[in-house]
């Protein structure tokens, strides 16, 4: 199974809104409604931010946004925080009954 | 809240058996609702799902490691393990556990993950 195509980086001043895309297969992003999006700071494990596409576990500011067209799906942040700065994660599950990951996007706050 | 710890020896010799373990404390791993994988993580690169396994026994594995990887769990201590045979260094990262939500298809906790050196 490929990985999940993600840009390298973006950035993008306090309080602007960004959007992160993943793009992936029929397969997988295409496939299923399970596409979900993690925020990693360095040295620490991933955070859990959309699942489902669109949904917003308890905690996680509404500030992240998620949704999906076709093979690409995508995390939008708005309102751009300098903690907003770290690595993000998305991942699908599969028509094998597996998880596929991107590669991840460095985001930068100017 | 539900935490989960991995421990196991962090350097491993090329050729043998990483042997991981995944401890979940403040809930039973034995609940229906969830399944619970590892995903590693090399230095500086991306996340790589290894597999997961339901309570039942049930698993699934990544299929570029599913020949060198078995995960088990052990209910009585609320443990799951990770096996990975006829390391390299490639095989050298931080390595995750991580609970999944049935129906939500998502990774939620995570441990705080363990580096796994594989060097002679």
């Known amino acids: 199974q490929s990985a999940l195509t993600q840009p390298a980086s973006v950035s993008g001043s306090p309080g602007q809104s960004i959007t992160i895309s993943c793009t992936g297969t029929?397969?997988?992003?295409?496939?299923?409604?399970?596409v979900s999006w993690y925020q990693q700071h360095p040295g620490k494990a991933p955070k859990l931010m959309i699942y489902g596409v669109t949904k917003r576990p308890s905690g996680v500011s509404n500030r992240f946004s998620g949704s999906k067209s076709g093979n690409t799906a995508s995390l939008t942040i708005s309102g751009l925080q300098a903690d907003d700065e770290s690595d993000y994660y998305c991942?699908?599950?599969?028509?094998?009954?597996?998880?596929?990951f991107g590669g991840g996007t460095k985001l930068t706050v100017l | 809240q539900v935490q989960l710890q991995e421990s196991g020896p962090g350097l491993v010799k090329p050729s043998q058996t990483l042997s991981l373990t995944c401890t979940v404390s403040g809930g039973s791993i034995s609940s229906v609702s969830y399944y619970w994988s590892w995903i590693r993580q090399p230095a500086g690169k991306g996340l790589e799902w290894i597999g997961r396994i339901y309570t039942s026994g049930t698993s699934n594995y990544n299929p570029s490691l599913k020949s060198r990887v078995t995960i088990s769990v052990d209910s009585s201590k609320n443990q799951f393990s990770l096996k990975l045979t006829s390391v390299t260094a490639a095989d050298t990262a931080v390595y995750f556990c991580a609970r999944g939500l049935i129906g939500a298809t998502s990774f939620d906790p995570w441990g705080q993950g363990t580096l796994v050196t594989v060097s002679s």
């Open positions: 029929s397969s997988d992003v295409g496939g299923f409604n399970y």
């Open positions: 991942s699908s599950y599969t028509s094998s009954s597996t998880w596929v």
